[in-house]
């Protein structure tokens, strides 16, 4: 069988009820199992489940084992990825850049208990579920078998505080600083430039506001309490507003945003603030993506019944980077950033009911767009 990455061959369901009988003779295997509050399972050598815990089947709403027995752990838990290819969780090209699959491979190679990092995009009642997660993966052998025991704890918690702490002590930093250092220059320039800076000072002030309004949104979206509030919005002059009032950001120096003049002028019914969040988010990323002198494009096109919003920047994505746009924690900032691409995507799809995606390539640079 065919696989873009880890191997695609499978034992039969007979070979793994036979492993899982096997198991369930080992004295207090169960017990000791159970007793964990996290996922625990028992993994054979083709990466699929012979032997779990009672945490995993509440946590899949099953309460049969053989629901789950055989697959692998990526199809058990619905990741969006581990059905593009017919070999299943760990075949396709994404999964070169899965912690799980990854510490389970290593694991197997070494013959060392290997601990990684993982975030995981889930289909749950046809809504995505982003999960990032701490995962462990021993090597054991039982009756001339080997195993994999493999272990996940739910780390979203703990990731998403110290990403948003990253955001208040960095980001908000940087703006308020910059915003001090536009009234200490203020009353030496002439009254002319004062009054340019003035609109500066209030975009600075506007931006600190965005920032903390986005985090609240975000806040709201993820424990589904987020109220959409849709009023009628001015495409043209929306996406004009948005050009302007980025124009001050530190990571513009040296770049224009401009607005694609063939862009019509359209007006359709939907949310402005959570609207403005996600394009914002598309302009800073093209932002920090350009280099001095180069141009981000917004646009807006009307596509059949559909309006889709657009922004481009020259630069392209490189094929690892792009397999993993829209995890949440994932950034190619550093550490303790990534929720802009994730915010758009829940924003944008979950609560808008759009699409949003993007798409790359060394000669055309990277535009991201939201279809509504």
């Known amino acids: 069988m065919e696989t873009k990455y880890a191997p695609a061959e499978r034992s039969t369901f007979y070979n793994v009820l036979q492993s899982n009988l096997a198991l369930e003779k080992i004295t207090y295997l169960n017990d000791i199992f159970c007793s964990l509050s996290f996922i625990f399972c028992i993994l054979n050598e083709n990466r699929q489940i012979v032997y779990t815990n009672d945490v995993l089947m509440k946590t899949l709403e099953v309460e049969n084992i053989e629901e789950v027995l055989g697959q692998r752990f990526g199809e058990a838990i619905h990741c969006r990825f581990s059905f593009e290819e017919k070999g299943g969780c760990g075949t396709s090209e994404h999964c070169r850049y899965c912690g799980a699959v990854n510490a389970m491979l290593q694991s197997q190679t070494t013959g ?4 990684k990092e993982c975030r995981i995009r889930r289909i749950v009642k046809g809504a995505e579920n982003f999960l990032d997660v701490e995962v462990t993966a021993t090597p054991f052998t039982h009756e001339n078998s080997n195993y994999t025991i493999f272990s996940l704890i739910d780390i979203t918690d703990r990731k998403r505080r110290a990403i948003i702490e990253k955001i208040f ?5 940087n703006v308020a600083s910059g915003l001090q250092g536009f009234f200490e220059i203020f009353d030496s320039i002439d009254e002319k430039e004062q009054q340019e800076f003035i609109q500066m000072g209030a975009s600075l002030c506007q931006q600190i506001i965005d920032e903390i309004g986005t985090q609240r949104l975000l806040a709201q979206a993820e424990t589904k309490e987020l109220i959409i509030s849709l009023q009628p919005i001015d495409c043209l002059n929306f996406i004009q507003q948005i050009a302007l009032d980025l124009r001050f ?6 770049k224009k945003i401009v607005v694609d003049k063939s862009s019509p002028d359209i007006r359709i019914n939907s949310d402005p603030v959570l609207l403005r969040r996600i394009l914002n988010n598309m302009v800073k990323n093209a932002l920090e993506a350009s280099t001095e002198g180069q ?6 096109v009307q596509v059949g019944n559909k309006v889709k919003f657009s922004v481009h920047n020259p630069k392209f994505i490189p094929r690892e980077i792009e397999m993993q746009v829209f995890m949440r924690s994932f950034s190619t900032k550093g550490t303790q950033r990534g929720l802009g691409t994730y915010s758009m995507k829940i924003l944008g799809e979950q609560h808008l009911g759009g699409t ?4 790359t390539s060394e000669a055309e640079g990277t535009t991201f767009y939201i279809i509504l």
């Open 112 to 115: 060392l208990k290997t601990t």
């Open 356 to 359: 949003v995606d993007f798409t």
């Open 249 to 254: 950001l530190s990571v513009a120096h040296g």
């Open 169 to 173: 002590f960095h980001d908000i930093m």
């Open 295 to 300: 141009t981000i494009t917004i646009s807006v």
